[in-house]
């Protein structure tokens, strides 16, 4: 998105976006294995190979499961949009030769790191949890925290849904990259707010609600998704629902990833602060 902000894109070449971000996520794949690897040591975590392992196919498995599902179909309709076999064992090839072994090389370095250091010692003998308001339920929690960053960008889902669905051309980087700063904003402050929350509530287990509660949006973005193709698309036929929902399954993931990431970190940066600043006698 910030390169084509800055014009290095065209918006008339529809593959171009396409290509740089797979190239991106290819080559990004040793700065994901680091972190992850490191933070994976700091929870003090055993099975550091099955975590590697993880980080390494779990998106991109997804990703791929549902590309090669629905592109069976696509052939079968001998469709002129099918991807040609050829081109999706390229990708995969690339996967499995570039972005595979930097995630396992960079959580190698990453797990040999020391692990990010803690202000406080926590206690080895968990503590019981009380009793939870009402709206602190994870599912309630969830849909609330949701709302606000849905609302950053639900005007900009619009133009997007046009341009992938619609043959539409996108030119609005340079607003959409704004709409992503204010989103990740929105997520990381409703989380830390839901992380103190929870913490004023006596419940010690911040990290796994942090980034559910932070990747609520997803489920809006889900909805809207639904609410699009009832409202703005005509397709009767089996075929181009299954791509359109198919398309719509990975996105939503793909986004329900990346704000429950912003959101993990911003607390945990937060409950750091926070802690840091405890005096203890």
């Known amino acids: 998105i910030f390169f084509a902000m800055l014009g290095m894109l065209s918006p ?27 933070l994976y040591k700091t929870i003090k975590g055993k099975e550091w190979k099955a975590a590697a392992f993880l980080t390494a196919t779990l998106y991109p498995g997804i990703v791929l499961g549902v590309g090669f599902f629905i592109n069976f179909f696509v052939w079968g309709k001998h469709s002129s949009g099918a991807i040609p076999f050829t081109t999706m064992l390229s990708v995969g090839s690339m996967w499995f030769c570039i972005s595979l072994p930097l995630v396992f090389l960079g959580y190698f370095f990453g797990y040999r790191k020391q692990p990010y250091e803690h202000p406080v010692r926590t206690n080895q003998i968990p503590r019981q949890v009380p009793p939870q308001v ?6 309630m929690s969830t849909l609330m925290a949701g709302i606000l960053p849905f609302g950053a960008c639900f005007i900009e889902l619009f133009f ?46 911040w990290w796994w609600r942090s980034f559910i509660v932070s990747g609520g949006s997803a489920v809006y973005v889900a909805a809207y998704s639904v609410f699009y193709f009832m409202t703005k698309l005509e397709i009767d036929e089996l075929v181009p629902t299954l791509l359109y929902f198919s398309y719509t399954i990975i996105m939503v993931i793909t986004f329900w990833l990346l704000t429950g990431t ?14 840091a600043a405890v005096k203890i006698d």
């Not at 009402?134 to 599912?139: A, I, R």
């Not at 912003?262 to 802690?275: D, E, M, Q, T, V």
């Open 160 to 205: 997007i849904f046009s341009a992938i669905y619609e043959n539409q051309f996108y030119y609005l980087f340079g607003f959409l990259f704004l709409v992503f700063i204010i989103l990740a904003i929105s997520c990381s402050q409703i989380s830390i707010v839901m992380v103190y929350f929870q913490l004023c509530g006596e419940d010690y287990r």
């Open 262 to 275: 912003i959101g993990f970190f911003s607390a945990y940066a937060f409950i750091r602060k926070i802690y």
């Open 12 to 38: 008339a070449s529809r593959g171009a976006l396409l290509t740089a971000a797979i190239f991106l996520y290819e080559f990004m794949g040793l700065v994901a294995g680091y972190y992850s690897g490191r």
């Open 134 to 139: 009402w709206y602190m339920n994870p599912t």
